[in-house]
Every structure is written in C-alpha cells, then in structure tokens.
C-alpha cells in the first residue's frame, strides 16, 4: 500500500464557467491511497494517514496531484514525422507519412519506436492515449506489448488502408478483417488494452473495405471505432468524389455502420450543421487537435459552434502526432484555448484541466480513468507550475487554483510534470 500525498484535483463533470466551483474537489494537503494499483480512498491526507498507518508515504507537496492525462488521438508511427516542413494534408500524407509508416513492417523497428512513444507519453503526464498503429499487424504487436508491459491502458488498432496508397502499405479489404480478427483475438481482455476498429479514412478504404470494418464493428459493437473526418478542403473533395452517393463526408460513415458512441473522428473542421447532427444524434466524438490543424493548416475547429448549438457534440481533445507538433496536452490546451479565442470564447482553465481528465475519459467510455474515485486504477500526474524561471517569475503574481492551472497550460510542458503514476507505479521517475 502507497500514500501519496499532494495538493489533490479531481473533477466530478464539466465546470460550467470560470466561476463553476462545484465541478471539481481540491484538498490543499490531500492523499490517495492506492493497493494494487488501484485507488482504495482520496481525501485529506489526515483522514487518510489515520486508517492506514502501515502505509508507504511520497510527499509531493507543495505540487499538484491529479488524474493523469488523456490524449485522444495520436499516432505512434509518426514520431519521425513529426517537423516535416512544407505540405498540407494530402501532401504531408504522401510524401512524408505514408513512406515512414511503410519502415513497420519491421518489427524491430516497431518495438522500438512503440517504446519510445509510451515513454514520451509518460514524460508528459500522459497515461492513457487513442493510437493508430500502420497497416501491419506487427506494429499493433509492438504497441501493445509495450503498453502490457508498462501496465498502461492504450486504446490501438491495425490501420486499415486498400487503396491511395504506395504498395506495401496497403491491404486487401478481407486482409484487413482478417488481420484485425486475428488481433482481437490475440489481444482482446489483456491488461488494459482496448482494440480499436481503425479505418484510416474514406480516402484510403474501398467500399469493399468499409463494409468489412462495419462487419468488424457489428460483431464487436463494444469496440471502439476511430478514423479522421472532415480535416481538410481537398480531403473532403476528394472523399465525396470516391463516395458518389453518399451525400457529404459524414454520410460515408454513416452508410458503413461507424457512427456511434464509441466512434471517435479525428478533426472535424468543417462539418456542415447535418453532419453535425448525424454525430451528435449517433452519440460520435469529434477530436479536436489544435497543434495538428495549426500545423498544417487545416482549419479552426468551431468549439463554439459544436457545443452551444442545441444539439450538442461531444468533444475530445487530442495531440495527433505526428500531424501535431507536441506531445503535451497541456501545449494542447493552450493552442486549444487560442483556436476557440480566435471565436471570441476564452475555455476557462479548470474546463481546460477537466478536458484532459475527466472529459476526454469520458469522451473513451474509459470508467476506471480520469477520477479518483475509490476502484479506479491509479493513473496520477504530479504537477509543478514552478517548473521553470519563467513560470516561477509568473506564480509570484497568481493567488487562485484556476491561475496556477492557466500557468500550468500556457506556459508547461514536460518540465513541470514531476511524476506519472502509471497503476500505482512512479513510471517518470526511471526514464
Ligand atoms: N488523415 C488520414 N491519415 C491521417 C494522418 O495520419 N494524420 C492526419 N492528421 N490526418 C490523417
Ligand atoms: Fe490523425
């Protein structure tokens, strides 16, 4: 049994302003008590140092102790890619992308970078992330022996591609559900792995290809489903002209059986209000990724316009890499706040840190992350808004918790995350 102590957060729903108080609980010196890699109780640290006296006390005070981070969309095969110069999607897609995905069909090569990406997830306090692996099987292999092997909870699937794309990054649409049963199979109820139907996009797939991810998605509706919608001008061009019958963007998923509340689309900028209702009444998550659509310049995603309409969309927030530029999700929020500023909305920060808890949990249908609720798994991050001189020089001049977090989002990264529990264990520590 471990204490660990800290100035605890957590966050029970979405605040619903800056002046929203009652969303989130905080304990100036609080604890979590974790056995087995599980939360058996949080609170303040004096109710909990009494009922287990026998326990292994850290002290992480004076810094912030809350649920680790959650990255909804990301692709671990891009970490080379990442600070290509020069191209839009499309471009970027052919002339960097897919040629450096093609280098997985090695296994070796897979493992390797599939390390390295769980360990940079670690370094920025990120403990559960949404992931595309490649077309081949041996690269959701590597992922998740990695992330079995480090206890995280991953969500990752095999890339499914026929079609627009170089040989030998390509598969036959009965390959890909034969290739995605098999790693079902393999893999399914093992740690704390989640498969996920991953279907590049309507770009990549041939019609014969969807139908087979609607058959994989039918015989296994409690799979979740992720690919990319509506990112791009010539993207959405391009995907109509392959699609000729079904109306828009969205349509394509729709006819093929895609939609649905464990459905996550990458992007989503420039959804007309109809498909902004087809995913909203489906109950899909549309994935904002701020770094990525700035980077390529892709578009603003229309937060605003998503939540405030009367048929609200459900949101998840996420790094894309490589198309992103960080692996934080703290760089995130702070390009998300300037995306949805640039709309005239200011997202306040304790809205910004539920996001990346709680919220973006949520948005995965994952019970047992985001909270602190006694039975979930101990997935922490400790938080150090005095990271650096600059943000020491700016937390001389902040008085309040929603300070310290704006801090925290528009000026950390890496550096001010102290420590990433990952069930239980200090994972950041040993890197
Ligand atoms: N659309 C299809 N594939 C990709 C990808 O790898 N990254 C991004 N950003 N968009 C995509
Ligand atoms: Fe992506």
């Known amino acids: 049994r471990t204490l660990i102590r800290g100035r605890l957060l957590t966050f029970h729903r979405e605040p619903q302003g800056p002046d929203d108080h009652t969303a989130h609980a905080y304990e100036e ?7 087995n890699g599980v939360i058996a109780a949080a609170g303040p640290h004096t109710s909990l140092a009494a009922a287990a006296k026998d326990a292994h006390t850290v002290d992480h005070r004076p810094h912030l102790l809350m649920p680790g981070f959650v990255d909804a969309h990301a692709h671990f095969p891009q970490m080379q ?8 999607l499309l471009d970027w897609l052919n002339t960097y992308t897919f040629p450096e ?6 296994p070796a090569h897979a493992a390797r970078i599939a390390g390295a990406f769980l360990d940079e997830m670690v370094r920025h306090g990120t403990t559960t992330a949404a992931v595309y692996c490649t077309v081949h099987p ?23 591609m026929d079609r627009n794309a170089p040989r030998g990054l390509t598969d036959t649409a009965q390959q890909s559900y034969d290739d995605a049963k098999a790693l079902i199979a393999r893999w399914r109820g093992r740690g704390r792995l989640h498969y996920a139907i991953t279907p590049r996009f309507a770009i990549t797939s041939t019609p014969q290809q969807m139908e087979m991810a609607q058959a994989l998605a039918s015989e296994h509706p409690d799979l979740h489903v992720q690919t990319h919608l509506s990112e791009n001008r010539a993207e959405i061009a391009l995907a109509k002209e392959l699609f000729p019958d079904c109306a828009d963007y969205t349509a394509i998923y729709e006819r093929y059986g895609l939609t649905g509340p464990k459905s996550l689309f990458g992007h989503c900028i420039h959804l007309s209000d109809r498909e902004a209702d087809a995913l909203s009444d489906s109950g899909s998550v549309a994935v904002f990724c701020p770094t990525s659509n700035l980077f390529l310049g892709s578009g603003l995603f229309d937060y605003q316009r998503y939540r405030r309409r009367n048929k609200p969309l459900r949101i998840a927030t996420a790094t894309d890499i490589g198309g992103g530029t960080n692996y934080s999700m703290l760089r995130t929020m702070d390009e ?13 920060p304790l809205a910004a840190f539920w996001q990346i808890t709680r919220g973006n949990a949520e948005a995965l249908s994952l019970e047992r992350i985001g909270t602190l609720e006694p039975g979930s798994d101990a997935d922490l991050v ?4 005095r990271a650096t001189p600059a943000m020491r020089l700016r937390m001389e001049r902040a008085n309040t918790l929603a300070e310290e977090l704006f801090v925290l989002q528009t000026l950390g990264d890496d550096r001010a995350v102290v420590e990433t529990y990952v069930a239980g264990q200090p994972m950041k520590r040993g890197l």
């Not at 400790?382 to 808004?385: Q, S």
């Open 101 to 106: 995905e093609m280098r997985f069909a090695d």
């Open 81 to 88: 890619v990442i600070a290509s110069f020069g191209t839009e």
């Open 138 to 160: 041996q690269s959701v292999d590597a992922f998740f022996a990695e992330a079995e092997r480090r206890k995280m909870c991953m969500i990752a699937g095999k890339v499914m």
């Open 29 to 35: 010196d609080g604890a979590v008590l974790v056995e």
């Open 382 to 385: 400790v938080l150090d808004a």
């Open 336 to 348: 998300g706040y300037k995306v949805i500023a640039l709309n005239g909305e200011k997202l306040n």
